[in-house]
């Protein structure tokens, strides 16, 4: 199987910055993306990354490393709203652009 | 521009029973995919159409489940019989045509078989 691992829970303080990490198997990679999911909702597209390095959109960065297997999601600036899950998922192979899905890590932000 | 939409949002039924679940992707998307979360696990792939095609049907669980896009615009999965193992989200997604590009999720719709 493919696994992509990521923490379960963190916790972080309004206004902070946080790291949520993410490794996949790199056999096959074709690129990884993140999600954020708020309880009971759809998740929404935050982040794709296809080569190395980082990708800035405002508050939110990603990180990637091939090689490595690994990525980031980097959130500056904490607010209460960013209190969600996360999805890190991942595209493998020739095919059809399925998300292979981590378990997500749910991010709790306190004041 | 409206999004993926899902019906029913909410759905109780017995073991045994069928159910039919309805996805309208964002107009003029080709892709559509099926993905379902069992409580506790992550989101798992069930089946990718391009317009009205099968393109994938890997992550189908089993014969119980049938999917059809006819017309390549909404989508419908059934499960029949329904069992209790079948409970969890049930989210929808489409992409534009091309490579590969983010896919936009429904809201989901929840299914318990009781």
């Known amino acids: 199987g493919q696994n992509i691992d990521q923490p379960t829970e963190m916790t972080a303080t309004e206004g902070a910055i946080v790291q949520i990490n993410c490794t996949y198997q790199t056999s096959g990679f074709n690129g990884l993306f993140w999600y954020q999911q708020h309880a009971g909702e759809a998740p929404t597209f935050l982040s794709y990354?296809?080569?190395?390095g980082l990708e800035e959109k405002g508050r939110f960065s990603s990180f990637l490393s091939r090689s490595k297997g690994y990525s980031y999601l980097l959130l500056k600036e904490l607010q209460m709203k960013d209190s969600a899950s996360y999805l890190c998922?991942?595209?493998f192979g020739g095919g059809y652009n399925k998300l292979i899905f981590g378990a997500g890590t749910r991010l709790a932000v306190h004041p | 521009e409206a999004g993926v939409t899902q019906f029913p949002s909410h759905s109780v039924i017995e073991k045994g029973q069928t159910v039919t679940l309805r996805c309208d992707p964002i107009?003029?998307?080709?892709?559509l995919y099926w993905y379902r979360r069992v409580m506790g696990k992550e989101i798992k792939f069930l089946l990718h159409?391009?317009?009205?095609?099968?393109?994938?049907e890997s992550g189908m669980p089993n014969n119980r489940f049938l999917a059809e896009r006819t017309g390549g615009t909404y989508s419908t999965l059934k499960v029949q019989p329904a069992e209790l193992e079948d409970s969890g989200v049930y989210f929808c997604?489409?992409?534009?045509?091309?490579?590969?590009?983010?896919?936009?999720f429904g809201p989901g719709t929840r299914l318990t078989v009781t």
């Open positions: 998922a991942v595209t």
């Open positions: 159409f391009v317009k009205e095609s099968k393109q994938d």
């Open positions: 990354n296809v080569l190395d």
């Open positions: 107009s003029g998307h080709d892709n």
């Open positions: 997604a489409s992409s534009q045509a091309g490579t590969v590009l983010e896919q936009y």
